[in-house]
């Protein structure tokens, strides 16, 4: 039998979500994986990030949601725009994309005080072969840590599943940024790794009700990432590119049931129909 906890009850700190405050995180789903959407059709040569992040928080707003990213902790947009090495939290501007770029965006939404948090990364125009294998991958390592989502595993499952995958295709996992637990904040525990070592977090048992963002953030070369002087941008220590795919979950009896992925089918960079199926396997 399940091991069924009380809504609003802490697990190791973790959050038990009522089903009101999960239909609420639904809808901030669904507005999510729209955002992101409109944002991978607008990433064509000659958009600028801020034009992007602009259309964006239309976007969001247009629900009567909240960019959730916007000055939280400071941040100065309402999402992030990372290009080619640069990893996460990119902060949108001036720069023009061009032919060829990747550009990874995330998006937090709230709805009625309960958020959630997804994250893309498309090419701009024709991309590189070795650059759209970048994409797939890191794509295909978000499902199969999702796969591993259920009552009774442990978040290490996730984070051993997604590292196997992307080591298995010769990227590396970056370990310093992880994924979270999300709902009533933005960030709430537990860390959600990509990576299991005797340092790594994860021993936390996930039960029913649970909300976690599960993010993988993969570079072509090495692990190591450094912050630029603006205090946000993380890129790639050796300038290899990087890919970010994210996912709002919530840990279900059966599983888990993905809150940012658009019920309208969607395609993945790599051209790929996205279909919950292929979490599940
Ligand atoms: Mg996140």
Known sequence: MTDKKRPGAREHGIIIKSADEIARMRRAGQVVALALERLGQGAVPGATTLALDQMAEAVIRSFGAIPTFYN???????VCTSVNDEVVHGIPGERALQEGDIISFDVG?????MMADGAVTVGVGE???EAARLLQVTYDALCRGL????PGNRVRDIARAVQRYVEANGYSVVRKLVGHGVGRKMHEPPQVPNFVDESAPGAETLAVGMTLAVEPMVNQGG??????????TYRTRDGSLSAHFEHTIVVTERGSEILTLRHAPTRTPAGRRCREEECRR
């Open 72 to 78: 939280l902790y400071g941040y100065p947009a309402h």
């Open 109 to 113: 939404a709230t709805v009625e005080g």
């Open 127 to 129: 991309i590189a072969p």
């Open 147 to 150: 796969a591993q989502a259920r």
């Open 223 to 232: 692990p190591e990432v450094v912050q630029d002087a603006d205090g946000w």
